[in-house]
């Protein structure tokens, strides 16, 4: 795909070929580029400029981060806000690899030697976090070219569609990303209030109605993410008579007002689906050391993509 400047698209950047977990299934037209083939997509080195984004926690929550690495890391990606969470993982741990390498460090926090060198699973970190324990400090190293092969395709979307005891037919879809950025900032809010009330738990003056006040808010919030999550897998609905409603504000008032048994059915369609796709990122690592092997949910944390790159060559990677 050229960019119609010749300085950029004389760049010849590294590249790594995926194959998109959605195939592209669940885009309305507009949202990849008109000759982009979701099963074998480029995605390119990210920026210099765009690593430093992912060290700044206001750029990452935003989103920003995240759509200027689709600028110039996967410019067939038209619409970044539309790209689902799951497609959006395996694009970001692509430019990661084309960037710095394959293998990626983290920190070891097992914990698992005792003082006479036997192993102890059961280890937990102390409250005295200076205390030190031998695991400590030795990396647990990942090859991001297996987790990448972790990244599967979905089921097509005739599986995400099911068909409630009123005749009409409910049409899922993965959850985008940028959705995913608002339940995250939703959960940093209850979070925030649920540490209000802590506070003032402590304070002998305690103002009883700014704590039911602050509870309240954060059942409010809570209420809110769920429906917000719930609404988002919903793609669109077919009315018993065949029609196709996409309108969001329709598909939300409709949700308003399912009863709890749709709720339901829809929901344990949900996990069914679309269950897995969350798991993708998790791989088991092993301490060098203790062999212990613990899960790492290794997309939990973009900044230690970038900010603590290795400098290893690429090893070409085709999918």
Same mark, same amino acid.
């Given at each position: 795909?050229?960019?119609g400047n010749p300085l950029?698209?004389?760049?010849?950047?590294?590249?790594?070929?995926?194959?998109?977990?959605?195939?592209?299934?669940?885009?309305?037209?507009?949202?990849?580029?008109?000759?982009?083939?979701?099963?074998?997509?480029?995605?390119?080195?990210?920026? /210099?400029?765009?690593?430093?984004?992912?060290?700044?926690?206001?750029?990452?929550?935003?989103?920003?981060?995240?759509?200027? /690495?689709?600028?110039?890391?996967?410019?067939?990606?038209?619409?970044?806000?539309?790209?689902?969470?799951?497609?959006?993982?395996?694009?970001?741990?692509?430019?990661?690899?084309?960037?710095?390498?394959?293998?990626?460090?983290?920190?070891?926090?097992?914990?698992?030697?005792?003082?006479?060198?036997?192993?102890?699973?059961?280890a937990k970190r102390p409250?005295?976090?200076?205390?030190?324990?031998?695991?400590?400090?030795?990396?647990?190293?990942?090859? /991001?070219?297996?987790?990448?092969?972790?990244?599967?395709?979905?089921?097509?979307?005739?599986?995400?569609?099911?068909?409630?005891?009123?005749?009409?037919?409910?049409? /899922?879809?993965?959850?985008?990303?940028?959705?995913?950025?608002?339940?995250?900032?939703?959960?940093?809010?209850?979070?925030?209030?649920?540490?209000?009330?802590?506070?003032?738990?402590?304070?002998?003056?305690?103002?009883?109605?700014?704590?039911?006040?602050?509870?309240?808010?954060?059942?409010?919030?809570?209420?809110?993410?769920?429906?917000?999550?719930?609404?988002?897998?919903?793609?669109?609905?077919?009315?018993?008579?065949?029609?196709?409603?996409?309108?969001?504000?329709?598909?939300?008032?409709?949700?308003?007002?399912?009863?709890?048994?749709?709720?339901?059915?829809?929901?344990?369609?949900?996990?069914?689906?679309?269950?897995?796709?969350?798991?993708?990122?998790?791989?088991?690592?092993?301490?060098?050391?203790?062999?212990?092997?613990?899960?790492?949910?290794?997309?939990?944390?973009?900044?230690?993509?970038?900010?603590?790159?290795?400098?290893?060559?690429?090893?070409?990677?085709?999918?």
């Amino acid at each position: 795909m050229t960019t119609g400047n010749p300085l950029v698209d004389g760049l010849k950047l590294p590249g790594v070929s995926i194959s998109l977990p959605t195939r592209g299934r669940f885009y309305d037209d507009g949202v990849l580029a008109p000759d982009a083939d979701p099963e074998n997509i480029t995605v390119t080195a990210n920026s /210099l400029w765009n690593e430093t984004a992912f060290r700044d926690p206001y750029r990452i929550m935003s989103g920003k981060a995240y759509t200027d /690495l689709l600028r110039v890391a996967c410019p067939e990606i038209l619409k970044p806000d539309q790209i689902s969470n799951v497609d959006m993982e395996l694009i970001f741990i692509a430019s990661r690899i084309a960037s710095s390498g394959n293998e990626i460090d983290f920190n070891n926090n097992c914990l698992a030697i005792k003082e006479d060198g036997t192993i102890d699973p059961e280890a937990k970190r102390p409250e005295d976090s200076s205390q030190k324990f031998p695991c400590e400090g030795l990396p647990l190293k990942l090859d /991001l070219r297996h987790l990448v092969l972790r990244y599967t395709e979905l089921e097509k979307p005739n599986e995400w569609r099911m068909t409630l005891d009123n005749g009409q037919t409910v049409q /899922l879809r993965p959850v985008r990303y940028s959705k995913m950025l608002d339940m995250y900032r939703h959960i940093l809010d209850i979070m925030r209030a649920q540490r209000q009330i802590r506070q003032q738990g402590g304070n002998d003056n305690v103002d009883e109605e700014q704590m039911l006040k602050i509870q309240s808010g954060i059942m409010d919030s809570s209420t809110v993410s769920q429906e917000k999550l719930f609404s988002e897998s919903v793609w669109w609905v077919e009315t018993a008579d065949g029609a196709i409603v996409s309108q969001r504000e329709f598909i939300d008032q409709w949700i308003d007002m399912l009863p709890s048994a749709f709720v339901d059915k829809i929901n344990e369609k949900i996990e069914d689906v679309a269950g897995e796709s969350f798991k993708f990122g998790v791989v088991e690592a092993n301490c060098e050391r203790c062999g212990l092997s613990r899960e790492i949910n290794a997309v939990a944390d973009p900044s230690r993509f970038f900010g603590n790159a290795s400098q290893r060559q690429t090893t070409p990677l085709r999918r």
